[in-house]
């Protein structure tokens, strides 16, 4: 029961999205769409790709068509990603009782299981699925479940749920294959023949369907230069580290100090030493992603994307941090609003408190999981956490300006005095404070954002979405055929107008696994568009004229073009909202 109110906190707090302004989700509804009417997308460049490429290999794709006779895709995918999360958080806590042997520390992991997991580290591997996505939901569930198996001991098991994963999502279920592959080289010993070929036989038949839809998309995807240029304009955020922020390098270094700290202060030696082997086998794939991205390109080791292995070492950092936060939290009333501090920071709820300030609180984390290994420590352990609480207060007090609300300050600290009681109160009742306090925390957090960011048929919060009403739009004063033309970085027109269009970033970002026509198509037409250099797509699209834009028009047959504010064409204006306009381009048909 616990579990089913911790989902949904997981899904109320997090929310749920299926049109995202910087993520790939409506690119995927697309591509179902055209599956259950080929009519629709007829002249988008990206779904000839897909199909020709055969680039939806997971089962997810070839079942859907059933499921999407008797229910709405919209509704089907809300429902089934509350589902999967439920799963997921069951599999976590799972994960973190057999590793840690506590309850409670297994509850902490799974309120750490949030959206923010993405901004902690690096290679974007979308660790947190609250939306629609190529068969993940089903993969990360699967792989944390297997990880369960492979901890205790049941490898054949473990290999089992993996080989049921291939199905879903090959490329991420390799990665852990590797980290399994990388524990076996190293504990050989433990592992009798019979047992081996047993694990391989246990991964390779539930995997047979996904081998064989994988042969079919062998050889396909592109090379050369202007592909490889390609994946560093759109997809070098998961490819390319050369092109992450030294912002992104110090959150991630912030976080992976914090969970190597409570790592190295877990007392179970065997342990340790088997999670660090997983830990280590990430690190190996993220160097060979970086050596053969970065610096030796090699377009297989480039499609892999290796750096999005690291969900798997943000599975077991979530359930280390844990453990440390519990463990030094119950020493003293501060130390458990230090706790609490790092918890709620990680989460990412309190959006207008910066990542950067896991700074300000990690020393004394590591003070306090460390220090006391020190034969004859004495020190009173509540000072160095204490100055960390205050001057974390004190950076917040700052920026109570920028914050959405006073609601959320008061209702913070009425959160963090109910903590501090915690530690005083017998044990039977120590999870009252804790229950009291998420309740209070939750109920701040939405009041203050509105309620819960909940993305369903174009609405959020009540609200009709101006990008979403403009498709709408489109779609009522539109063919099937007709082909729009919308600016680069305006990404998913067609998750609700259902029509095509010249091409945006998220359809770009596909071309890691498209071939080389589809990348020679795209950069021609996004060059059409004014985006000439990797950071300048709002820039080039805003500078086009009236006779730039109607040549573009002409060229590819496209009848409607979209703009954003204050961007404006002089063409006949046939709908507009707060946000967006909508044009109807006069062009003659192409010879």
Request: net charge positive; aromatic share 16%; hydrophobic share 50%.
């Given at each position: ?112 299981y949030t ?70 080289l ?39 230069e ?15 580290p ?10 991630a ?49 480039i ?25 030094f ?46 034969s ?5 352990h509540?000072?160095v956490?204490?100055?960390?609480v205050?001057l974390?207060y004190?950076?917040?007090i ?27 109160l ?58 729009f ?17 010249l ?22 037409r ?66």
């Amino acid at each position: 029961m616990l579990l089913l109110l911790i989902t949904a906190h997981s899904f109320l707090m997090n929310g749920y999205y299926s049109s995202h302004r910087y993520l790939t989700v409506a690119t995927y509804f697309s591509s179902i769409r055209n599956q259950l009417d080929p009519e629709l997308f007829k002249n988008s460049i990206y779904i000839q790709a897909v199909n020709r490429n055969n680039l939806r290999i997971g089962l997810f794709y070839d079942a859907l068509p059933f499921i999407l006779q008797y229910i709405d895709l919209e509704t089907f995918a809300l429902i089934h990603t509350a589902a999967a999360l439920f799963f997921m958080l069951a599999g976590i806590y799972a994960l973190a009782l057999a590793l840690t042997r506590s309850r409670p520390v297994a509850f902490i992991a799974t309120l750490l299981y949030t959206t923010q997991l993405n901004n902690w580290t690096l290679g974007s591997p979308a660790p947190y699925l609250n939306f629609f996505h190529h068969g993940l939901p089903y993969t990360y569930a699967l792989i944390v479940w297997s990880m369960f198996f492979f901890f205790r001991a049941r490898y054949a098991t473990a290999l089992l749920l993996t080989g049921i994963s291939y199905n879903f999502h090959p490329m991420c279920t390799l990665f852990l294959l590797c980290a399994y592959a990388f524990y076996w080289l190293l504990n050989h010993r433990l592992f009798s023949l019979k047992l081996t070929l047993l694990c391989i036989l246990a991964f390779m038949v539930p995997a047979v369907p996904g081998f064989i839809k994988t042969l079919g998309h062998i050889g396909a995807g592109g090379h050369g230069e202007l592909w490889l240029e390609g994946v560093r304009w759109v997809a070098g955020y998961t490819c390319n580290p050369s092109t992450w922020s030294i912002k992104q390098f110090i959150h991630a270094g912030l976080f992976l100090l914090l969970s190597g700290a409570s790592l190295f202060a877990f007392p179970n030696k065997s342990v340790r030493r088997n999670v660090m082997i997983f830990w280590g086998a990430v690190a190996v794939m993220c160097l060979a992603g970086t050596v053969f991205a970065d610096n030796y390109p090699i377009p297989f080791i480039i499609k892999l994307s290796l750096w999005r292995s690291t969900f798997i070492y943000l599975y077991l950092a979530i359930i280390f941090i844990a453990w440390g936060c519990f463990y030094f939290g119950r020493r003293s009333p501060i130390h458990a609003l230090l706790a609490f501090c790092i918890c709620t920071l990680l989460t990412g709820y309190l959006a207008y408190i910066p990542q950067i300030y896991l700074a300000l609180l990690l020393p004394a984390a590591a003070y306090a999981l460390l220090a006391d290994r020190r034969s004859g420590y004495q020190w009173p352990h509540a000072v160095v956490p204490g100055t960390a609480v205050a001057l974390l207060y004190l950076a917040v007090i700052t920026r109570i300006p920028e914050s959405p609300g006073f609601l959320m300050i008061m209702a913070t600290a009425l959160l963090a005095i109910i903590i501090s009681f915690s530690t005083i109160l017998p044990k039977r009742l120590t999870p009252l404070p804790w229950i009291c306090a998420l309740i209070v925390f939750n109920a701040s957090v939405l009041t203050s954002q509105g309620g819960p960011n909940i993305y369903y048929h174009g609405r959020l919060q009540g609200r009709m979405d101006p990008w979403a009403e403009i498709q709408f739009a489109a779609r009522e004063l539109s063919h099937k055929d007709d082909l729009f033309i919308v600016p680069p970085l305006c990404n998913d027109f067609y998750h609700y107008s259902q029509r095509a269009v010249l091409g945006d970033w998220a359809e770009g970002s596909t071309l890691l696994y498209l071939d080389n026509q589809f990348t020679a198509e795209w950069f021609e037409r996004m060059r059409d568009l004014g985006w000439t250099q990797s950071h300048n797509a709002r820039e080039g699209f805003n500078s086009l004229t009236t006779e730039a834009i109607m040549n573009v028009g002409q060229k590819y047959n496209a009848r409607f073009i979209v703009t954003e504010k204050p961007k404006e064409f002089s063409l006949p204006k046939i709908h507009e909202n707060s946000r967006f306009i909508l044009y109807s381009l006069s062009v003659n048909e192409n010879p």
